[in-house]
């Protein structure tokens, strides 16, 4: 398997609220510093990521750094670029898509909306690209766990239940796209935490089979190790000791400690149940990253997956 720069298509998946758009930017980050042109591609994200950079408008790309791309894919403007794929005609393409009663019909179509943003962001990387750039690389930010499993599933659900066609031809390429394991990694990112850990080992066994390469989990927010000596200290049973842990200024430091123990409880879960490479992201206790704490988490995603070598 080729390691993760090499990677043509890598998808970042998991529950909500783990850190997935984070741990995207940081994977895209480290990618574009080894020379690639690298594409962020962002589910209809909104503004969650507008204070890590600023990207202009909705569906259109803008260079945030060398060799570095973003993109927040608009589902109903993924859904009309589709369709002048296929029309192939702008003006009766726009007399459709002006229709609001066409619209409405879309709208309810299931599946076409995730359908549209899957084709748009994979189309980047894609040998046929017509209308834009290919990039080395897209590092696509997907939905939430089970919307975001539902789109994976998509290109196979279509080559299985439409008989012929351009789209039917787009799902099959999709297909040997995503479970190409030379080609896709797919990175779920987990919280050391009881739902998330097991929405991940979820996660995981579902993608296996349906054979989607998942490639690492990245564990996010880990509480790193005590200073030296304070392990001792939270461990000692010494009457002392016991008596001075009662105090407000040594609060702090078995509360972290009795935290830590408890992450990593989770993280031997998944060590024991999923035979994946874990990759792990320390906790950073600030509301809202900027683009100096990005950095340093992606100099520690660096660190940790030349160390593994993934």
């Given amino acids: 398997m080729n390691r993760l720069h090499d990677k043509k298509f890598v998808v970042v998946a998991g529950k909500g609220g783990v850190g997935r758009t984070t741990v995207t930017f940081c994977i895209g980050k480290w990618i ?42 608009n589902p ?33 179509v299931p599946g076409l909306n995730e359908w549209a943003m899957l084709g748009k962001a994979t189309y980047h990387v894609l040998p046929d690209a017509e209308f834009h750039e290919r990039y080395d690389v897209v590092v696509f930010d997907s939905p939430p766990t089970g919307h975001g499993l539902d789109i994976l599933r998509l290109p196979t659900a279509i080559a299985g239940s439409v008989q012929g066609g351009l789209m039917r031809q787009d799902a099959l390429v ?17 919280l050391p935490e009881e739902l998330p850990t097991n929405e991940t080992i979820e996660l995981c066994q579902e993608l296996e089979r349906d054979g989607l390469p998942v490639h690492a989990i990245v564990i996010n927010k880990l509480i790193e ?11 000692s049973m010494c009457p002392e000791m016991q008596r001075m ?14 935290q830590r123990l ?8 998944l060590i024991n149940e999923i035979a994946m490479p874990l ?32």
């Fill in 225 to 235: 190790v005590l200073p030296d000596g304070a392990g001792d200290f939270c461990n």
């Fill in 245 to 258: 842990k009662s105090e407000p200024w040594a609060k702090p430091a078995m509360i972290k400690r009795n």
């Fill in 32 to 73: 574009a510093r080894q020379g690639k042109r690298v594409l962020i591609c962002l589910a209809n994200s909104g503004s969650r990521y507008r204070h890590i950079h600023e990207s202009g408008k909705d569906n259109q790309i803008n260079l945030i750094e060398p060799n570095l791309y973003l993109l927040n894919v």
């Fill in 279 to 310: 990759v792990q992201l320390p906790r950073l206790d600030t509301p809202n990253l900027n683009l100096e704490e990005l950095s340093f988490l992606t100099n520690c995603l660096a660190i940790e997956l030349e160390n593994r070598e993934l």
């Fill in 76 to 108: 109903v403007a993924a859904r009309e670029e589709y369709a002048l794929k296929i029309i192939r005609n702008r003006l009766l393409h726009k007399l459709v898509f002006s229709n609001r009663y066409v619209n409405g019909f879309l709208d309810a």
């Fill in 262 to 269: 408890e992450q990593l409880r989770h993280v031997g879960r």
């Fill in 174 to 190: 999709r297909v040997a796209l995503l479970k190409d394991a030379s080609a896709t990694a797919i990175i779920p990112v987990c």
